[in-house]
């Protein structure tokens, strides 16, 4: 039976060796498959830990952050083939992105990936930059912003996601979808 390539909602987060594409490597990497209300489909997620091309590099306040060591890990290459399988095995054309700050984990990743630049979608849900419309919206309506700061780790905590920001890929991507799906909410009109 021949299946139907699918574009589908995934959260997607990196852990990086430092903030620079040009010199800093990918370390880690999340996409987990969301159903239309932001929450886990039943589809597998792709992770994978990944050797830095140039640890000698890394940054070494990223790495204690992250906690991720820049010698352990699959060699990025395998990491493209892997991925490449895993959105064939899973029946997927394209990705249509959900996370925070995503503007810098799809820079990085475009430059690290030349060959899959094309598997995201220009479309995105970005938690970061939805907190900025919603801050946006309340300044024009009440005057004053909602959120001081739209950090991942400050609209968790104003949101009700008690939890530390873990700094991997997986826990930050599911993080990020469910702060999504939260400040949607803040989006109704009553």
């Known amino acids: ?19 620079d594409p040009a010199v800093h490597d990918i370390i880690e990497i999340a996409i987990v498959p969301l159903n239309p209300d932001f929450k886990r489909s039943d589809l597998p997620e792709f992770t994978a830990r990944i050797k830095a091309v140039h640890p000698e590099n890394a940054d070494p306040e990223s790495l204690k952050i992250s906690g991720l060591n820049p010698f352990e890990g699959e060699d990025i290459q395998k990491v493209a083939t892997d991925i490449t399988k895993w959105m064939s095995d899973n029946h997927i054309e394209r990705i ?23 598997i995201f979608s220009r479309y995105c849900h970005d938690s970061m930059q939805l907190a900025i419309v919603i801050n946006d919206i309340s300044l024009l309506q009440a005057g004053k912003k909602l959120f001081p ?25 599911l993080d990020a979808a469910e702060l999504y799906r939260r400040l949607q909410t803040k989006l109704i009109i009553n």
């Open 1 to 19: 039976m021949k299946h139907e390539k699918q574009k589908i909602l995934a959260a997607f987060d990196l852990e990086t060796s430092g903030l």
């Open 96 to 118: 249509e992105a959900v996370g925070h700050n995503l503007r810098f984990d799809l820079d990085f990743f475009q430059i690290k990936f030349p060959s899959l630049s094309r």
């Open 149 to 173: 700061s739209v950090s991942l780790r400050n609209l968790k905590l104003q949101l009700g996601l008690e939890e530390p920001v873990q700094h991997r890929a997986m826990d930050d991507a």
